[in-house]
Every structure is written in structure tokens, then in C-alpha cells.
């Protein structure tokens, strides 16, 4: 009685008239969220640190009939966050949803990362998601309402090799947003914490690799293109807009995501010796050693190529490619 009770406060929850902001939303899953928001009849508004890409996004949103807005701001920046809210609540008077979702993947072997690397991540990730939150909270408790969504990972519940520094700050996202779902709720507040496993959104062009850059580039886009192994990021975005519907406290995105976190918490020694396996046959240092090259300048002879035509696909479909740029066979 009381579980069905809460499904049924949760469909009765509509997004048609609210007001969503996501961090991040210039393109890959915050450009696919954006849309799925704006489907289901919500005013969005995205911002990013790149003016060119978020013109382009809020085009790509308007002309699917979305109200969208496009604010330039840098997360990492105070003040710029402060300005980034009062924008939208200028705008459209409210603010009721809240996406934390920018940042960018790197990765590279545990010998190649430094201090700067780790400290990077969680002022990109940890501490972005900490100011937008400070900023919009204070408006959602006027409110009387509101949903906080944290993109958090699996590498937020399960230490992956080769993804230290992300990891790191994924961990501390995923405490962060559990522990404010538990201050925020006497509020109406709900925070959702999100872990998706692998996702299709396009995202290996941009990231960023370290060592043996071509290889690290390989293996991660040819895992996230396998169907099996990773879910699109349409998927994705709908379980993501349905948990926040819902103000579920936590979502693992993919079949094998959740096995890894059931895995870890059962039995994580098993998890542990199975990554150790698996770091043998990753890229071993040197190459370009300690600098980053993005995935787009690091092209080999198996990515881009047939095997990770879904993430080529995804790239174009989701604003991943800067304009003129390809992802194409060498």
C-alpha cells in the first residue's frame, strides 16, 4: 500500500512548466538530458565554458520547440555560478531542478598522474557540484521544493584502475549527494545520486589521456561502444529523468554497473583481484608521460574504425565533434 502510494506521488510529479539546470549541457549526456527534459514540456537551461558549443546546443534544443537558454559560466568559478543562477531565476522566476553534470573524463596510468591531476578533478567535480548546490538550495527551500541531481559514476562506487584522479572525485561526489539527501529531505528537497557504468554519448573524442595516449584512447572508446558493455545515452537519460521524477536517492546505470556494485559490496576483494587482472593488460607508462592529449589527437588503427562506429555516431548526434571536425578511419 504505502510503495504504491509513492508511485503514485512520483507520476504525479510533471516536469511540464519547471525550470531545469544542467551543468555541463553544451553536449554528450547533458545535451541529451536537456532534450529529454525539454520533451517532457520543462524550460531548460544549459550552460558550459564554451560559448561556441552552447549556441550550438541551444539551437540543436530550439529547434526541437524546447525553451532553452544558454548561459556561458565555468563551475569552477564562484561567482560565475552566483551569476549563472540568478540568470535563470531572472529569467523564469524559479528554479526547481538542479543537473549537476559537467566535467570531462582523463585517464592514464597511476605512475603518470600528478598532484595538480588530483587536485583538477575534485575542484571539477566535488566542488562545482558544492557551489551550484549553495547557490540554488537556498532558492529551492522558498520554494518549498526542488530536485538535485548529481552525475556522480561507477567509478564514484568501485575504484577503477587507470582512473585514480576520477575516481577520487567521483567518490566524493557520491558521498557529498548522500548525505545531502539526508539534511535537504525536511525541505522537499530530494537528491538523487546518479552512477552510470559505461555510456554511448559520444564522450571518448573529448576526453583526455595520458602515456601511451593512443592506446588508453583504444581500449576505453572500444569498451563504450560495445552494446553489451555500455547503454546508449537516450537510455540513460530517460533513467535519469525518471529517478529524478521519482526523487529516488540513488540510480546505477547498466546491467554490468550494477553487477560491479553488488560485487564490491558483497564481496569486494573478488572486484579488487578481477581490476588487478584487467590493469596487466592496460597501457603501461611512457608515451607522451605526464601531458594530456584529447581523444580526438589520439586516433589509432582500431579507434576510430568499424568496432567504434556507435560512438562515432553518437559523437556527431550528441555535439561531442567541435565543428569541422570528424571522427574518421585512419
Given at each position: 500500500?504505502?510503495?504504491?502510494?509513492?508511485?503514485?506521488?512520483?507520476?504525479?510529479?510533471?516536469?511540464?512548466?519547471?525550470?531545469?539546470?544542467?551543468t555541463?549541457?553544451?553536449?554528450?549526456?547533458?545535451?541529451?538530458?536537456?532534450?529529454?527534459?525539454?520533451?517532457?514540456?520543462?524550460?531548460?537551461?544549459?550552460?558550459?565554458?564554451?560559448?561556441?558549443?552552447?549556441?550550438?546546443?541551444?539551437?540543436?534544443?530550439?529547434?526541437?520547440?524546447?525553451?532553452?537558454?544558454?548561459?556561458?559560466?565555468?563551475?569552477?568559478?564562484?561567482?560565475?555560478?552566483?551569476?549563472?543562477?540568478?540568470?535563470?531565476i531572472?529569467?523564469?522566476?524559479?528554479?526547481d531542478?538542479?543537473?549537476?553534470?559537467?566535467?570531462?573524463?582523463?585517464?592514464?596510468?597511476?605512475?603518470?598522474?600528478?598532484?595538480?591531476?588530483?587536485?583538477?578533478?575534485?575542484?571539477?567535480?566535488?566542488?562545482?557540484?558544492v557551489?551550484?548546490?549553495?547557490?540554488?538550495?537556498?532558492?529551492?527551500?522558498?520554494?518549498?521544493?526542488?530536485?538535485?541531481?548529481?552525475?556522480?559514476?561507477?567509478?564514484?562506487?568501485?575504484?577503477?584502475?587507470?582512473?585514480?584522479?576520477?575516481?577520487?572525485?567521483?567518490?566524493?561526489?557520491?558521498?557529498?549527494?548522500?548525505?545531502?539527501?539526508?539534511?535537504?529531505?525536511?525541505?522537499?528537497?530530494?537528491?538523487?545520486?546518479?552512477?552510470?557504468?559505461?555510456?554511448?554519448?559520444?564522450?571518448?573524442?573529448?576526453?583526455?589521456?595520458?602515456?601511451?595516449?593512443r592506446?588508453?584512447?583504444?581500449?576505453?572508446?572500444?569498451?563504450?561502444?560495445?552494446?553489451?558493455?555500455?547503454?546508449?545515452?537516450?537510455?540513460?537519460?530517460?533513467?535519469?529523468?525518471?529517478?529524478?521524477?521519482?526523487?529516488?536517492?540513488?540510480?546505477?546505470?547498466?546491467?554490468?554497473?550494477?553487477a560491479?556494485?553488488?560485487?564490491?559490496?558483497?564481496?569486494?576483494?573478488?572486484?579488487?583481484?578481477?581490476f588487478?587482472?584487467?590493469?596487466?593488460?592496460?597501457?603501461?607508462?611512457?608515451?607522451?608521460?605526464?601531458?594530456?592529449?584529447?581523444?580526438?589527437?589520439?586516433?589509432?588503427?582500431?579507434?576510430?574504425?568499424?568496432?567504434?562506429?556507435?560512438?562515432?555516431?553518437?559523437?556527431?548526434?550528441?555535439?561531442?565533434?567541435?565543428?569541422?571536425?570528424?571522427?574518421?578511419?585512419?
Open positions: 500500500m504505502l510503495a504504491g502510494a509513492a508511485v503514485a506521488r512520483a507520476l504525479r510529479y510533471s516536469f511540464a512548466g519547471r525550470v531545469v539546470l544542467i555541463g549541457g553544451s553536449r554528450g549526456l547533458g545535451l541529451v538530458l536537456a532534450r529529454r527534459f525539454a520533451s517532457e514540456g520543462a524550460r531548460v537551461a544549459i550552460c558550459a565554458r564554451d560559448a561556441e558549443g552552447l549556441s550550438r546546443a541551444a539551437a540543436d534544443l530550439r529547434r526541437r520547440g524546447a525553451e532553452a537558454m544558454a548561459v556561458e559560466c565555468d563551475v569552477r568559478r564562484g561567482s560565475e555560478v552566483e551569476w549563472l543562477v540568478r540568470s535563470v531572472d529569467r523564469w522566476g524559479r528554479l531542478v538542479l543537473v549537476n553534470n559537467a566535467g570531462i573524463i582523463r585517464m592514464g596510468p597511476y605512475e603518470e598522474m600528478t598532484l595538480d591531476d588530483y587536485r583538477e578533478m575534485i575542484d571539477e567535480y566535488l566542488f562545482a557540484a557551489r551550484t548546490v549553495q547557490a540554488v538550495v537556498p532558492r529551492m527551500r522558498r520554494q518549498g521544493s526542488g530536485r538535485v541531481v548529481n552525475i556522480s559514476s561507477i567509478g564514484g562506487l568501485i575504484g577503477v584502475p587507470h582512473l585514480l584522479p576520477y575516481c577520487a572525485a567521483k567518490f566524493a561526489v557520491t558521498g557529498f549527494s548522500r548525505g545531502l539527501r539526508a539534511e535537504l529531505g525536511r525541505y522537499g528537497i530530494r537528491v538523487t545520486t546518479v552512477c552510470p557504468g559505461l555510456m554511448r554519448t559520444g564522450s571518448p573524442v573529448r576526453a583526455q589521456f595520458k602515456g601511451r595516449h592506446a588508453q584512447q583504444t581500449w576505453f572508446t572500444l569498451a563504450g561502444s560495445l552494446p553489451g558493455a555500455s547503454v546508449s545515452a537516450e537510455r540513460a537519460a530517460s533513467e535519469i529523468v525518471e529517478a529524478c521524477r521519482a526523487g529516488q536517492a540513488r540510480l546505477v546505470i547498466s546491467i554490468p554497473a550494477k560491479a556494485a553488488l560485487t564490491e559490496a558483497l564481496a569486494p576483494g573478488v572486484l579488487s583481484a578481477a588487478g587482472a584487467v590493469d596487466r593488460v592496460l597501457p603501461r607508462p611512457g608515451g607522451i608521460g605526464t601531458r594530456w592529449a584529447e581523444g580526438l589527437d589520439s586516433k589509432s588503427a582500431l579507434s576510430p574504425s568499424v568496432l567504434t562506429a556507435l560512438t562515432a555516431r553518437a559523437a556527431e548526434r550528441n555535439l561531442e565533434l567541435p565543428p569541422g571536425r570528424r571522427w574518421e578511419y585512419v
